[in-house]
């Protein structure tokens, strides 16, 4: 069975500083990772995903993520976070074809940038 | 670029009416699934479909049932609603780009 935790469900950082948005997953065999963002009353919006190779993924409005297979991690990252970047991210997971091909997702991190 | 689109976006139902959500996407995608969110709760899957004609449960079934007549459209019916059904729904599709696209959202209250 595959499954992801997003361990904080909240997640403060003052506009200018850089912020973590931190997923670990648990899966049988290579992940495929993703990254999610929901804006309020919004459906949910890709941002970006990991297959293979490079360990550091960039996607959409100057988010990143990197993957650690060591720690089963795939931590979403900005440098400079944007009062606009308050919203609800997912982690999901799923294993390559052949497997399940039905992404599992994590229970959400509200991400809040102070002004 | 429409996309997935969910009708209705609102709905209040009364304990025991049934109604029916749609979905329709215009990206030819095989793959298409009904989430329900929660607060707390994150995304659950509660039915998934892997092509026209076929259909799965999820995690969360009980109280639904569904239907993929055509590739496009995916139908998501509560037989006999009840308050634990108030919820936020959501359709998603994808291809073998493994990206899911979702709708905007169906808000269901159930009194």
């Known amino acids: 069975a595959q499954s992801v935790a997003q361990p904080e469900d909240q997640v403060n950082v003052a506009e200018g500083n850089p912020l973590t948005v931190k997923c670990t997953y648990s899966?049988?065999?290579?992940?495929?990772l993703f990254w999610y963002v929901q804006y309020p009353n919004r459906g949910l919006q890709f941002l970006l995903k990991?297959?293979?190779?490079?360990?550091l993924v960039k996607g959409s409005y100057g988010f990143e993520a990197e993957f650690n297979k060591s720690q089963t991690s795939f931590h979403l990252k900005k440098p400079s976070a944007l009062v606009s970047d308050s919203a609800l991210y997912f982690c999901?997971?799923?294993?390559?074809?052949?497997?399940?091909?039905?992404?599992?997702f994590g229970r959400g991190t509200s991400l809040i940038v102070h002004p | 670029n429409a996309g997935v689109t969910q009708t209705p976006k609102f709905r209040v139902l009364k304990t025991g009416q049934s109604m029916t959500l749609l979905c329709a996407q215009d990206?030819?995608?095989?793959?298409m699934y009904w989430y329900r969110q929660d607060p707390g709760m994150g995304l659950r899957l509660i039915h998934y479909?892997?092509?026209?004609?076929?259909?799965a449960k999820g995690e969360v079934p009980d109280g639904y049932n569904v239907s993929r007549l055509k590739k496009q459209n995916f139908l998501l019916g509560l037989e006999s609603a009840a308050p634990s059904q108030t919820s936020v729904y959501f359709c998603?599709?994808?291809?073998?780009?493994?990206?899911?696209?979702f709708g905007a959202g169906s808000r269901l209250t159930v009194l």
């Open positions: 999901a997971v799923r294993i390559p074809p052949g497997g399940s091909y039905i992404p599992t």
């Open positions: 899966v049988s065999g290579n992940p495929y």
């Open positions: 990991y297959i293979t190779g490079d360990n």
């Open positions: 990206m030819n995608h095989e793959y």
């Open positions: 479909s892997v092509g026209e004609g076929t259909t």
């Open positions: 998603a599709s994808h291809s073998g780009a493994n990206v899911l696209t």
